[in-house]
């Protein structure tokens, strides 16, 4: 059964950075595209960025320029860099694993799910 377990998240002051990853196993690998979700409190999940299995990326408009999804196949392992981190962006960050060729913004299209990491950033 696959399975995805983040780690990297923690406090941090606005203007700050962190790293998420994303471990995988299970039989999800480098053929998955792994997309980053967040869902801050009482708001519904939002799509963040990912990445194929080619190494193409997309983001959201609200994070473009800011944070980059990268992957390491010989780790199994899929990162969010996240720099000039703002207030806004506290939420508990999810990663999700897809059969798609492609990322896709919509949670409903994701087969595998960790438990998230929670990020918060101070003003």
């Known amino acids: 059964q696959g399975q995805l377990v983040e780690s990297g998240g923690g406090l941090v002051q606005t203007g700050g950075s962190l790293r998420l990853s994303c471990a995988a196993s299970g039989g999800i690998g480098r053929s998955n595209t792994i997309t980053w979700f967040r869902q801050g409190s009482g708001k519904d999940r939002e799509f963040v960025g990912g990445i194929d299995w080619s190494g193409s990326t997309d983001y959201s408009e609200s994070v473009k320029g800011r944070f980059t999804v990268s992957r390491d196949n010989a780790k199994n392992t899929v990162y969010l860099q996240m720099n000039n981190l703002k207030p806004e962006d506290t939420a508990k960050y999810y990663c999700?694993?897809?059969?798609?060729?492609?990322?896709?913004?919509?949670?409903?299209?994701?087969?595998?799910w960790g438990r998230g990491t929670q990020v918060t950033v101070s003003s």
């Open positions: 999700a694993a897809s059969v798609s060729s492609v990322v896709t913004p919509r949670p409903e299209h994701y087969d595998y």
